[in-house]
């Protein structure tokens, strides 16, 4: 509980808090993908991988730029924790937080993922979603977030009191990129980042504004897909909340594997080319 306020309102106090926001980034200037011309490719796609990611485990694989990226719900509800990286540059990866101001807490169809400073640019266009008819429920919620920064065990620790659990989100990317990269585990976390919740369904309460989760809406069948604007590593984690409708870091709820299947397109989009690095020219007024 957050104690009560301790400074008296100031006279004009309903004043100050009936002047209207202001968007802090208009984003009409915000070159936005074609997404006629990506969507018109999907058609015709050859599947060209799939990868299984186990229930309370992370897995990684790639996708070459101009392919799509499907996250598949298979067997039961479950939410993924999603991390992206430059395959050829580790140093860029996925940055929710922009990716957050530039499109909202949640994303969907025509959302574009971002790329961290310095290198800043999208790196991944949301092609399809078979949830996007959810919108906002009536508490504020929505799927596929990016304000959640994954279950890990340093948060577990300090609310339980010393336990110590290896299958949070951030403990099963730390080990799949590991895996996958040959760097040693303690070398490896720092490469970990904030994720994209994939089908997970959350928001933040209206009176104390904490963040919150809830069943997830996701049934077998259900998918988010995603274009790869540059050449991607993927890593992502089962989480071992299940469809976190309870509890996350657990060893007791319903948990099941997601899949990922990578597809080729018989062509690429008329002019497409991966975006380039940000254009700030780096001298920070020096």
Not at 189 to 214: A, P, S
Request: net charge negative; glycine share 8%; aromatic share 10%.
């Amino acid at each position: 509980m957050k104690p009560s306020p301790l400074t008296q309102a100031p006279h004009d106090a309903v004043a100050r808090k009936a002047i209207a926001p202001v968007i802090c980034y208009p984003v009409e200037t915000l070159p936005r993908p074609d997404l006629a011309a990506y969507r018109g490719l999907r058609d015709d796609l050859l599947l060209v991988d799939r990868v299984t990611v186990p229930a309370r485990d992370a897995a990684c694989w790639s996708v070459p730029s101009g392919h799509f990226c499907r996250i598949l719900c298979s067997q039961g509800a479950q939410v993924g924790d999603l991390n992206l990286f430059n395959a050829h540059d580790f140093n860029e990866r996925l940055y929710t937080g922009k990716t957050r101001a530039l499109n909202g807490t949640h994303v969907g169809l025509g959302d574009q993922l971002f790329s961290n400073m310095p290198y800043l640019r999208p790196i991944a266009t949301i092609t399809h979603d078979t949830l996007d008819w959810y919108g906002f429920d009536e508490f504020g919620g929505s799927v596929h977030d990016v304000i959640g920064t994954r279950c890990d065990p340093y948060t577990h620790n300090l609310l339980s009191h010393g336990g110590q659990y290896h299958h949070c989100c951030h403990s099963n990317l730390t080990r799949a990129f590991a895996r996958q990269t040959g760097k040693p585990l303690a070398e490896a976390e720092v490469f970990i980042h904030d994720v994209l919740n994939v089908f997970m369904c959350t928001g933040f309460t209206r009176d104390t504004g904490q963040y919150f989760m809830k069943a997830s809406p996701v049934r077998p069948g259900d998918y988010l897909e995603f274009f790869a604007e540059i050449d991607l590593l993927g890593c992502m984690s089962a989480c071992p909340g299940g469809d976190c409708s309870a509890q996350h870091s657990s060893d007791v709820a319903a948990c099941y594997p997601l899949e990922v299947e990578i597809y080729k397109p018989a062509r690429l989009p008329d002019g497409w080319a991966s975006p380039a690095l940000n254009g700030y020219d780096g001298t920070h007024g020096l």
